[in-house]
C-alpha cells in the first residue's frame, strides 16, 4: 500500500508545518485524511467537521494552497506525488491547527444585516411567492450558500481590507435585497454602500470560482452594486 506525505499546520498564525504519513485508501477523502493523522497518530490536533456530505460547511480548509470542503475533496483529485499540505482556511484567526475562529465572518453578516426582516407577524396567512415568478427566482438565486468561509478565504480584498464584508455576507445580504418579503430593503443597502461594503469589490471573481455550492457572490455583489447606486440617486441612502 502506498502511503501520503501530509504536511498538517500545527499551533497558531506563528505555527509550522508537521509532517505525517498515513496510509493511502481508495476514494479516500482530505477529511479522511485528518480524521486518521487526528485518531491514530496525534490526538492533539485541532480541527473541525460535523456532517461529512457537504452540508455544514465546517470542514473547510486550505489544501494545496486552496480552500476547501475537505470532506468533499477526495485526495485522488488534489495529491500531487503522493503529497498533501493542509492549512487552516485564509484571512481568518487561528484557533490552534486546522481550526479558525469565525466569529469576524459572521459578525459581517450581522453588519451587512444579513437576517431576514418580516413585514408579517405570526397571526398573518403565508405570503406566497409562486416558484415560476421573477421575485422567487432572484431569492433563490443565491439562497444556498452554508456559511462555509471559502469565498471569504479566497478573497484578495479581504486580505488586503480586513474591514471589508466579504463576499459571503453581501451574497446573504442580496439575497435579502431580491426576496419581496423582506421589510428593511433600505436599511441593508445603507449597511453594505460604505466603504467596506460592495464597492470595495474588485470583481476579482475567486470567490465565485471557489464557491463548493456553485454559487456567485460576485454576481450578488453586482446587484448590490446597482441596487445601492440607484437607491442612492433617488436620495434614499
Ligand atoms: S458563498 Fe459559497 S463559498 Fe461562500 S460561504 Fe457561501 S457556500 Fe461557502
Ligand atoms: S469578486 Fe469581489 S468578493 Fe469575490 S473574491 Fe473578488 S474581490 Fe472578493
Ligand atoms: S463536514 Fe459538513 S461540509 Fe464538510
Not at 16 to 21: D, L, P, T, V
Not at 165 to 185: F, I, K, M
Not at 216 to 230: C, D, F, V, W, Y
Request: aromatic share 6%; hydrophobic share 40%.
Amino acid at each position: 500500500m502506498t502511503a501520503l506525505r501530509v504536511e498538517v499546520w500545527r499551533g497558531r498564525e506563528d505555527g509550522r508545518f508537521q509532517q505525517f504519513e498515513v496510509p493511502r485508501e481508495a476514494n479516500q477523502t482530505v477529511l479522511d485524511v485528518v480524521t486518521y493523522i487526528q485518531r491514530r497518530l496525534d490526538p492533539t490536533l485541532a480541527y473541525r467537521f460535523a456532517c461529512r456530505v457537504g452540508m455544514c460547511g465546517s470542514c473547510a480548509m486550505t489544501v494545496n494552497g486552496i480552500a476547501r470542503w475537505t470532506c468533499r475533496t477526495h485526495v485522488a483529485k488534489v495529491a500531487r506525488d503522493d503529497r498533501l499540505e493542509i492549512a487552516p482556511l485564509a484571512n481568518l484567526p487561528v484557533i490552534k491547527d486546522l481550526a479558525t475562529d469565525m466569529r469576524e465572518f459572521f459578525d459581517k453578516w450581522a453588519k451587512a444585516r444579513g437576517r431576514f426582516a418580516p413585514t408579517r407577524t405570526r397571526a398573518d396567512d403565508f405570503a406566497r411567492v409562486p416558484p415560476d415568478t421573477r421575485e422567487r427566482a432572484a431569492a433563490n438565486a443565491a439562497i444556498e450558500c452554508i456559511g462555509c468561509g471559502v469565498c471569504y478565504a479566497s478573497c484578495d480584498i479581504v486580505s488586503w481590507n480586513p474591514d471589508y464584508l466579504g463576499p459571503a455576507a453581501l451574497n446573504r445580504a442580496w439575497t435579502l435585497v431580491s426576496d419581496v418579503r423582506d421589510g428593511e430593503r433600505t436599511e441593508r443597502l445603507r449597511a453594505v454602500a460604505g466603504d467596506a461594503g460592495c464597492h470595495a469589490c474588485h470583481t476579482l471573481m475567486s470567490c465565485t470560482e471557489r464557491c463548493p455550492t456553485h454559487l456567485s457572490p460576485t454576481a450578488s455583489i453586482a446587484g448590490l452594486k446597482r441596487a445601492t447606486a440607484a437607491a442612492a440617486l433617488k436620495g434614499e441612502l
